[in-house]
């Protein structure tokens, strides 16, 4: 087997771990039946995903620290979430905006990773990523002047210095 097939058999190993592990978390409890599903779809997706999931080092996926980074950022997402929620219900009740077009600089050099966080973005209430590559292009509906990220235009269209 030559280096480079070998590479493509791991990243599909790993892929699938990594989707039979979501299927068997998302369909718990399980019985025989889901789990032959959770191996067939897991097959299926982990040879069409793995150049995907994995553009460099695909073996990260199983060190702790990863693990631990992403249950981190899932706990933030989750409380910044329920914060958006408050927040778009008081702008309705109230009638208060300030929307604008934000760049948010993105550290992530893996598109998996700038995806995600984009996609995070998207889903919170409020705020929808318009484009993302060094920065995010992020509109928000209540953009706070003294944040530190450069605002790019406001409500009315105009250029912010």
């Given at each position: ?12 190993v ?20 889901q ?5 067939a ?39 910044e ?8 219900i ?5 009638g ?55 605002c ?10």
């Amino acid at each position: 087997m030559r280096a480079g097939h070998f590479h493509g058999f791991s990243k599909s190993v790993s892929a699938f771990a990594l989707l039979l592990l979501a299927w068997l978390a998302f369909t718990y409890p399980f019985s025989t039946q889901q789990l032959i599903a959770g191996v067939a779809v897991a097959l299926v997706f982990a040879v069409i995903t793995r150049n995907f999931l994995f553009e460099k080092n695909h073996l990260k996926v199983f060190s702790p620290r990863i693990w631990y980074r992403l249950l981190s950022f899932l706990g933030v997402f989750v409380y910044e979430e329920i914060r958006s929620h408050w927040n778009v219900i008081r702008c309705i009740f109230t009638g208060r905006t300030n929307f604008a077009v934000v760049a948010l600089p993105v550290a992530a050099e893996e598109g998996f990773l700038k995806t995600l966080v984009a996609n995070s973005i998207t889903m919170t209430p409020g705020t929808f990523t318009l484009v993302y590559d060094k920065y995010l292009y992020i509109h928000h509906l209540n953009f706070d002047p003294r944040s530190t990220e450069e605002c790019l235009l406001d409500k009315h269209g105009s250029k912010i210095s």
